[in-house]
């Protein structure tokens, strides 16, 4: 088995509205794929179903060979399975090196430790050092998150995704809401994220999907209705008829 | 956050157990002020410090887990009566009776805990308030443990250390609570700074967040709830042991509400604040109950009402953010 990740047959209904129907697809190490669709087309729920958030309503998940179907969230991210959020979800009382370290620790299962101080632990704090020092935040470690700007605050969702050394990354729409001048910073990260991982982004913006991903998948009306290089995408008929209509739907007068 | 409850300042600080040091300290000065204070007095100052463990029993869950309850005296309750019932039933030593009360309030704490935190929000604070109720009701209706509406009395513990003799003056008493407290208080500091601790407010921020990291939300809050009940239960085997009764008051709703208004007006989220909310809100209470008997509570509302006007936040923050603006402006001068 050189899959990293296998979905085989996967759907996912919300009562009569199938939002995921029969997608089958793989990763190995190393992919970098994108998974793109228009609005409402599924990307978010596969997502979900994917990082254990929804359990499929048929369909199976492989991790490694292992069947994860039934695994919850974090027997997910403790076999590497890892995601980040469209929109940030941090800690946001705690500092961004707390933020960091915090992943860190559970990782290392040094959060059944009572009585050892949190600051006290070298390793740790060599690591996230290293991780928001890789990332360009560096200078933010000591800030609460609650004061950061937007774009970095993405930019510590990525470090607390890498911290946690992951196997599979998906990342949902990492550059959206970002502005424009800290998008490239963004871009930068995700390009020099460690090759022997395969990342899974969610994405609307075609160049950033052109600049980042090796293979694409189309998602449209819950259902995977392509699956190739960024070059073939574009010519696909299917794929411009998917678009198309969304297109025309948003271009219609209110 | 205020200083003294931020994470990195202390990792920063040369001397190790600086923080704990501190507690130590602080604990000592606050005893010695009360002692001069209220010299004729020291059965309140007890009673203030078992109540002032629940408040930091309190803190555990509310101020670091984010779990709303009204329910928390009847972890300080069911431990009082347990400590209680073993002191009569013949266990007099005044630690054992101490162990008592921590296993009584862990057990309670546990299972609680557990029932609480299946929960979010309103639904949380509803089913907080039932368990209180219900062990309220208990303890009124068990009267062959629990006395009923006379309380339970006669508990006589051992000299602590078999020298020191539970004085009439309540001073053994004090100093007894007050090295439990010192004791309590600096393991709490250590135990919040802890990995646990830390994953306990990332729960509190955001627990979906929290399971994104691969952390177990549900049974890291039952730990802490026990823990929470540990606490709790020390508070209530002291108010036992030195107040010799065991009365519904310490199960009572008007308990837990008073404590979580103690738990604000210091500062959740931060034992100094959960400290000094308990040592100043109590001591308020009790100039202002002696010199105005009628309008007492009165007062005590109107101090509130400006405490949150102006110190949102708790008085631990409004204090620390006071004192950073007068260090700063003397380092410019």
């Known amino acids: 088995m050189t899959d990293l990740l296998a979905l085989d047959k996967v759907s996912r209904a919300f009562g009569g509205l199938r939002v995921n129907e029969n997608i089958s697809f793989r990763l190995a190490p190393g992919d970098r794929v994108a998974l793109i669709g228009p609005n409402g087309a599924g990307k978010t729920t596969l997502v979900n179903v994917i990082s254990g958030g929804l359990p499929p309503t048929s369909g199976t998940l492989h991790l490694e060979g292992d069947d994860i179907t039934r695994l919850g969230i974090p027997a997910r991210v403790r076999r590497g399975l890892v995601r980040t959020f469209q929109v940030t979800r941090l800690f946001a009382s705690l500092t961004a ?33 290293h991780l928001l020092g890789t990332l360009g935040i560096a200078h933010l470690a000591r800030i609460t998150v609650s004061q950061l700007a937007y774009g970095q605050q993405r930019l ?38 460690p090759a022997d991982i395969a990342v899974l982004m969610i994405e609307h913006d075609m160049d950033l999907v ?32 998917a678009y198309l209509g969304s297109y025309a739907d948003a271009r219609r007068p209110a | 956050m205020t200083g003294l409850s931020t994470l990195a300042k202390t990792s920063d600080r040369a001397f190790p157990f600086a923080a704990e040091l501190m507690g130590i300290v602080s604990i000592a000065a606050l005893g010695v002020l009360g002692f001069l204070l209220f010299p004729d007095d020291l059965a309140f100052l007890t009673r203030l410090i078992g109540i002032t463990l629940l408040v930091l029993s309190l803190d555990l869950v509310t101020g670091y887990c984010g779990v709303a309850t009204l329910g928390h005296a009847a972890l300080f309750g069911v431990s009082a009566y347990a400590v209680g019932n073993a002191c009569i039933g013949g266990i007099r030593e005044p630690i054992l009776l101490l162990g008592v ?82 004791v309590v208080f600096v393991l709490l500091l250590r135990f919040v700074r802890s990995p646990f601790g830390l994953l306990c407010r990332g729960i509190r921020d955001d ?23 540990a606490v709790a239960g020390v508070g209530g085997a002291l108010n036992a042991m030195t107040a010799g009764v065991v009365g519904l008051d310490s199960v009572s709703f008007e308990r837990s509400a008073e404590v979580l208004v103690m738990l604000v007006l210091g500062g959740a989220g931060n034992l100094w604040g959960a400290l000094f909310g308990s040592v100043v809100f109590q001591i308020f209470e009790h100039i202002v109950s002696a010199t105005n008997p009628f309008h007492w509570m009165t007062l005590v509302g109107l101090l509130l009402i400006a405490i ?26």
């Open chain 1, 210 to 241: 052109f600049r980042f991903a090796k293979r694409v998948l189309v998602l449209a009306n819950g259902r995977l209705i392509f699956e190739g290089t960024p070059q073939a995408v574009t010519a696909d008929p299917d794929v411009r008829r």
């Open chain 1, 97 to 129: 090196a707390d933020n960091v370290a915090l992943a860190i620790m559970q990782r290392k299962g040094l959060t059944r430790r009572f009585f050892s101080v949190a600051t006290d632990m070298p390793d740790v704090r060599t690591e996230w050092e």
């Open chain 1, 156 to 193: 510590l969702e990525l470090a607390i995704g890498l911290a946690l050394n992951p196997k599979v990354l998906l990342l949902d729409e990492p550059a959206a809401g970002v502005p424009h001048d800290e998008a490239p910073k963004i871009l930068e990260a995700i390009e020099r994220l």
């Open chain 2, 207 to 229: 627990d979906l967040r929290a399971q994104m990291i691969g952390a177990m939300v549900y049974p890291r809050l039952v730990i802490m709830y026990a823990v929470s009940g």
């Open chain 2, 101 to 182: 009360g921590i296993v009584a309030g862990t057990i309670t704490g546990a299972i609680s805990g557990a029932l609480i935190t299946r929960f979010r929000g309103l639904p949380q604070l509803v089913l907080s308030i039932a368990i209180g109720q219900l062990v309220a009701a208990l303890a009124n209706k068990l009267s062959s443990v629990t006395g009923g509406s006379d309380g339970l009395s006669g508990i006589t513990p051992d000299p602590v250390l078999g020298l020191f003799r539970f004085d009439m003056y309540s001073r053994t008493a004090f100093v007894f609570s007050l090295v439990v407290l010192a």
């Open chain 2, 308 to 333: 949150v006007l102006f110190a949102p936040r708790g008085l631990s923050h409004g204090v620390a953010v006071l004192w950073s603006k007068i260090f700063r402006r003397g380092g410019r001068a």
